[in-house]
Structures are given as structure tokens and as C-alpha cells.
């Protein structure tokens, strides 16, 4: 398991654990799911990256958000119409200023992780089987969280692999909580407007871990602190980083 700091300090604002999460890497200033905006995520010290994975035409699994490479990329077409090595033709780093990276296979981000940051991945499109074999083939089993908006695909995850953490991802609270702890889903990652400190107590009272998602600014950051949630996922871990430490500091 992360070993997150426990945070106690300015005004009592921070009371529970804060695991950091970088959402597509450090993606507010790097090229979003590129290993460059993975790796700056690890020098900052975040606890989790978050990158998303779509299927291509010949089943790889790459990483990236939408279903089109159109907007982060200098190429065109959808991922699913595409072969990795179609893809792998395109740039998907000069959009941001850093042109020469490329949209990376699961694996090769695997590869660049350092020994202690974990990964949540998002489900976007893709053959679940196919993902636990990835996962299994690199070794990343006992390091990665699973979720999706896709509730059906959280579920194929928790049928293939219990032991895994798997949440479902939603844009506001949601209101299956009793399918979704039947269905040993514990763990929620909601848009962090819908969180306060009453519904994030009530969502932990009924067991469920919370992870809001994406506060960016350092006003809405500390706004999502003060709910309680234990997860946030930002695009601007550095932010969420100088807050905490801050805090540690007082």
C-alpha cells in the first residue's frame, strides 16, 4: 500500500490522509498520458498517476483519453480503427511544446514507473481480459486501481480479478451505492463540485473510499481537502504538493 502522509494542521483544515493522484500525469504542464508527463508526476512525489486506455485495432492497449488521436495528436482517426504501430506514427507531444513524444502501450508506462508510485487506470474502451494479462505480464497487479465510468467494465474487473481496487467513476454522487457494495465496489471517484462534508461522511460511513476529481485551482484544491475525501486527483499535483506541505510545516 501508498504510504500517504497524515496531514493535521492550518486551521484544522486537513484531518484525514490525502493520497495525491496526478491526473494524466503532471498534465497541466506536460503532454497529458505521455511517459514525460508520467515521469515529472514521479519527481514531484505523487503517490498515484492516473492515465486512461482505450484497445487499438490489433488489441494493444495504449493510453490515452479520447476515442479520436485528434486533439493530442498531429495525426487523425479513431483508436479503434487504428494499429499501434499506425499510431505510433504521430506526435502527441508537440500540441504542448514537447514535440518527439509519442502515445505510449500500457506496458511502457509499466516500464517507466519507479518503485513506490502506484497507477489508477480509467478504463475508456477495451477488452478486460486483455488489460488483466498486461497488468499481469508486467508484474503490476498488487499496483494498480481499476475504474471506469463503465460500470459493466468495473465489474468484468472484479469477476476476473477480486483482489484488485476497483472504482466507479461518476460526475456527481451516485445513487446505486447498494448495487455497487454487492458488487464489492468500495472505492468512488467523483467530481470534486458534488463533494461536501456531509456527503463525503455519509459515502465513508457506508464504506467507500472518495476521490475527487479534478480540482486545479489552489482555492478548489483546499475546498475538496476540507470534505474529507482521501483521494484527489489533479492536473496540478504541484498545487495539491505545496498545500500539503505547507500544512506539514504548521
Known amino acids: 500500500m501508498v504510504k500517504p502522509n497524515i496531514h493535521g494542521g492550518i486551521n484544522k483544515m486537513f484531518e484525514s490522509i490525502i493520497v495525491v493522484v ?12 505521455t511517459v514525460l508527463s508520467f515521469r515529472k508526476a514521479i519527481e514531484l512525489g505523487v ?30 482517426g479513431f483508436v479503434k480503427e487504428m494499429t499501434y504501430k499506425e499510431i505510433q506514427r504521430y506526435d502527441a507531444g508537440r500540441w504542448k511544446g514537447y514535440s518527439g513524444e509519442k502515445i505510449p502501450h ?17 478504463i475508456k474502451q477495451c477488452d478486460t481480459e486483455k488489460l488483466i ?23 468484468q474487473i ?6 484488485i481496487v476497483t472504482s466507479l467513476i461518476s460526475s456527481s454522487i451516485p445513487e446505486n451505492l447498494i448495487d455497487l457494495i454487492a458488487s464489492g465496489i468500495r472505492k468512488i471517484d467523483i467530481n470534486f463540485n458534488y463533494l461536501t462534508k456531509i456527503s463525503v461522511k455519509n459515502l465513508l460511513s457506508r464504506g467507500f473510499i472518495i476521490n475527487g476529481w479534478t480540482p486545479d485551482t489552489e482555492e478548489d484544491i483546499i475546498r475538496t481537502i ?14 495539491l504538493k505545496k498545500i500539503l506541505s505547507k500544512n506539514e510545516e504548521g
Do not use: W
Open 106 to 122: 500500457l506496458k511502457e508506462v509499466f516500464e517507466a514507473m519507479d518503485s513506490n508510485t502506484r497507477i489508477l487506470i480509467e
Open 47 to 76: 503517490d498515484f498517476i492516473e492515465l486512461d486506455v482505450r484497445q487499438t485495432k490489433d488489441n494493444e492497449i495504449i493510453v490515452l483519453h479520447d476515442e479520436k488521436i485528434d486533439r493530442t495528436t498531429d495525426g487523425s
Open 158 to 163: 472484479r469477476n476476473i480479478s477480486p483482489e
Open 226 to 239: 476540507q470534505t474529507g475525501a482521501q483521494f484527489i486527483t489533479t492536473n496540478r499535483p504541484d498545487i
Open 133 to 155: 494479462k498486461v497488468i499481469d505480464d508486467c508484474n503490476f497487479r498488487d499496483r494498480v486501481f481499476v475504474g471506469s465510468f463503465n460500470l459493466e467494465y468495473v465489474k
Open 22 to 33: 496526478a491526473h494524466r500525469g503532471f498534465s497541466a504542464i506536460y503532454p497529458e498520458n
